[in-house]
């Protein structure tokens, strides 16, 4: 999971790869896993239709056909509904672009919540967008529970912005995931609305709402149907 622009821009590249935990300098960087290519890209079509400051839909996933996950680690992600958030402090590790290739990491918490934002003071900067917001949930467990996307310049001055994970984006995911597609990990529900999933599985029903959830491929173009809403992507 990413930004739209990690997918997009201006346009479709014509091949992607990932390259985790590099470091180094611009001249002599280092790739401890080597790099993966990405098979295919995904952006929501709100964003692609509705120009690059939409940050309701700012967010797009890179599937990568090898299973890095055993090799590098994965953390599980965390959706809250209506206006709940994480408690516990928030982290963004990723690239400051007024640094040399090496990843930082920063802390901070949120400070407002929208339908589709987090908004949160964590200290971050433009080469940074696209990195998970994630919170320890217990032990060494980490859940992400948001994209960041946008820092504090002149179209918001007093916040930084990230894109919550929602179930509709851990439902996508799953759906592109080459997965069992009716078995479903790491189901936590504590009483507030909180549920958290893996990619482990996909999501084919919302305990929460009691609603099931139709989901349908067709060619280039993703729909999901639910509650008589369709949201599309490309």
Known sequence: VTYDDGVFNPRFPDSIVVQP???????????????????????????????????????????????????????????????GKPTNTLHVAGYPGDKEPNMFEA?????DVTDYQYRHDADTTGGMSGSPMYYQRSGNSYNICSI???????????YNISRRIDSFIIDFVLSVSD???????????????????????????DPLEN???QLSQNGSTYNRTISNTTQEFY
């Not at 802390?107 to 400070?111: A, K, L, P, S």
């Not at 069992?180 to 529900?189: R, V």
Request: aromatic residues 20%; glycine residues 12%; charged residues 15%.
């Open 21 to 83: 935990a590099v470091y180094g300098t611009i001249s002599a960087i280092t790739l401890p896993y080597g790099e993966f290519e990405v098979s295919q890209g995904y952006i929501q079509k709100e964003y692609y239709t509705g120009g690059s400051n939409n940050f309701d839909y700012d967010w797009g996933v890179l599937k990568i056909d090898e299973d890095i996950g055993y090799q590098l680690g994965y953390m599980s992600l965390s959706a809250y509904s209506g206006n």
């Open 179 to 205: 997965t069992t597609p009716d078995k479903l990990y790491n189901y936590y529900y504590d009483g507030t609305d909180k549920i958290y999933y893996n990619c482990g599985a996909r999501v084919i029903y």
């Open 211 to 213: 609603t099931s959830m």
């Open 107 to 111: 802390d901070g918490n949120i400070t």
């Open 148 to 158: 960041h996307v946008g820092y504090t310049n002149a179209l918001f001055t007093t």
